[in-house]
Nanobody
């Protein structure tokens, strides 16, 4: 079972940046695509995007293009999600997940191993 640990959540100022990390100790991180998702209170989980195992392709959902980027450092077994111009409506639990592919329209079903999530609260 792949274990993933998100970090970097907390209080974010409206209009400010977001940077989250997804660490994957103890398994061959470089073999897996990584996806990022979020779930706001009372809402369904939504996909942000994903990155292939070799980082040669990333996919960000249309509504989030230009504000979010996904990257990874396989030497550190860590993936990253960066965002900017955050709004209070983006308060949510943010999750990373591992899977076997990153496609142009990523889905939750493409990813089989999930972290516990990290809470991000956008508020002044």
């Amino acid at each position: 079972q792949v274990q993933l640990v998100e970090s970097g959540g907390g209080l974010v100022q409206p209009g400010g940046p977001l940077k989250l990390s997804c660490a994957a100790p103890g398994f061959t991180f470089e073999n897996y695509a990584i996806g990022w998702f979020r779930q706001a209170p009372g809402k369904e989980r939504e996909v942000i995007g994903c990155i292939t195992s070799s980082a040669d392709y990333t996919s960000i959902t249309d509504s989030k293009k230009g504000r979010f980027t996904i990257s990874r450092d396989n030497a550190k077994n860590t993936a990253y999600l960066q965002g900017n111009s955050m709004t209070p409506e983006e308060t949510a639990v943010y999750y990373c997940a591992a899977g076997h592919g990153c496609y142009s329209m990523p889905r939750s079903a493409d990813f089989g191993s999930w972290g516990q999530g990290t809470q991000v609260t956008v508020s002044s």
